[in-house]
């Protein structure tokens, strides 16, 4: 069984940043691809960023392409989102989730474990 721990959510002003954490256990997590989503109120989890199992490959939603950057130390099973130029409409529970192929994918059905998500909130 994978377990999937976020943190680093809060509360940030328009501009800022924030740098959110995922701590994996339970499995080999370096053969595993590993996605960020989020999912406003109201609205269907987005695909955010996703990164293949030994790092080489990653992937970015329009919206969010060159302001957040995924990346992953598989020594410490942890994979990380840093997010910087923040907007109000980043606002949204952030989760972090896992696959068990190795390359990536944007499709939420096609990861097989997830985390129980962390609020980010940006105040304009």
């Known amino acids: 069984q994978v377990q999937l721990v976020e943190s680093g959510g809060g509360l940030v002003q328009a501009g800022g940043s924030l740098r959110l954490s995922c701590a994996a256990s339970?499995?080999?997590?370096?053969?595993?691809?590993m996605g960020w989503f989020r999912q406003a109120p109201g609205k269907e989890r987005d695909f955010v960023a996703a990164?293949?199992?030994?790092?080489?490959?990653?992937n970015y939603a329009d919206s969010v392409k060159g302001r957040f950057t995924i990346s992953r130390e598989n020594a410490k099973n942890t994979v990380y989102l840093q997010m910087n130029s923040l907007k109000p409409e980043d606002t949204a529970v952030y989760y972090c989730?896992?696959?068990?192929?190795?390359?990536?994918?944007?499709?939420?059905?096609?990861?097989?474990?997830w985390g129980q998500g962390t609020q980010d909130t940006v105040s304009s």
């Open positions: 989730a896992g696959r068990d192929l190795g390359f990536t994918s944007t499709k939420a059905y096609e990861y097989n474990y």
């Open positions: 339970g499995r080999t997590f370096s053969s595993s691809a």
């Open positions: 990164i293949s199992r030994g790092g080489g490959g990653t």
